[in-house]
Nanobody, 120 residues
Framework: QVQLVESGGGSVQAGGSLRLSCAASVYTNCMAWFRQAPGKQREGVAN????????VHAAAVAGRFTISQDNAKNTVYLQMNSLKPEDTAMYYC????????????????WGQGTQVTVSS
């Protein structure tokens, strides 16, 4: 399995920004960000095909969050702008063979998570 290490979480006020990073131990074709709030199911936030650069963002974050990559570093980023209290969650990086969907079952490697807290 791919080893994934996230960083960059923290606490911010509504309207603020954070950038998450995820470093992978090896190159993988698809990397993604998920989040899970207490009592809620894990939901896909965005994924990126690291070969083509094609990215998909969930409707809840489109226009505010941007996933990007640095293939030289096997690293993906999640730039989060205009943060809202409802964005508060544990954010997880994931890796998989394809970017067919943002369903968690598509991904077989997961990071340990980084907490994002947005206060109103």
């Amino acid at each position: 399995q791919v080893q994934l290490v996230e960083s960059g979480g923290g606490s911010v006020q509504a309207g603020g920004s954070l950038r998450l990073s995820c470093a992978a131990s090896v190159y993988t074709n698809c990397m993604a960000w998920f989040r899970q709030a207490p009592g809620k199911q894990r939901e896909g936030v965005a994924n990126i095909n690291t070969g083509t650069g094609t990215a998909v963002h969930a409707a809840a974050v489109a226009g505010r969050f941007t996933i990007s990559q640095d293939n030289a570093k096997n690293t993906v980023y999640l730039q989060m702008n205009s943060l809202k209290p409802e964005d508060t969650a544990m954010y997880y990086c994931a890796a998989g063979a394809t970017c067919r969907s943002l369903g968690p079952y598509e991904y077989n490697s997961w990071g340990q998570g980084t907490q994002v807290t947005v206060s109103s």
